[in-house]
């Protein structure tokens, strides 16, 4: 498994733009789908967005589609999301995982390891 940690969260106005980076350790990094989920207090935790292991795919929910981007840089073990035009329904704490196969990037349980959240508050 890798050990994945989330920085980047914060407060921003509705408009606004934040970037999330996740840091991965442990077996290689380049090896993983890695994935973004967000839960909002009293929700169920929710996709995001996905990229490959090479970064030549990615998946977006429709929610986000054309305001977040995911990405990668396998040399640095960090994946990305770029968060744009952010809204007030955008508030959750988001997490970073990991999924060796990459099978059914939109499946939470499909993932094998998880980062421990960063909160991202949108004010409006």
């Known amino acids: 498994q890798v050990q994945l940690v989330e920085s980047g969260g914060g407060l921003v106005q509705a408009g606004g733009s934040l970037r999330l980076s996740c840091a991965a350790s442990?077996?290689?990094?380049?090896?993983?789908?890695m994935g973004w989920f967000r839960q909002a207090p009293g929700k169920e935790r929710e996709f995001v967005a996905a990229?490959?292991?090479?970064?030549?795919?990615?998946y977006y929910a429709d929610s986000v589609k054309g305001r977040f981007t995911i990405s990668r840089d396998n040399a640095k073990n960090t994946v990305y999301l770029q968060m744009n035009s952010l809204k007030p329904e955008d508030t959750a704490v988001y997490y970073c995982?990991?999924?060796?196969?990459?099978?059914?990037?939109?499946?939470?349980?499909?993932?094998?390891?998880w980062g421990q959240g960063t909160q991202v508050t949108v004010s409006s």
């Open positions: 442990g077996r290689t990094f380049s090896s993983y789908a």
């Open positions: 995982a990991a999924d060796l196969f990459g099978y059914s990037p939109y499946i939470d349980d499909e993932y094998d390891s």
């Open positions: 990229i490959s292991w090479s970064g030549g795919s990615t």
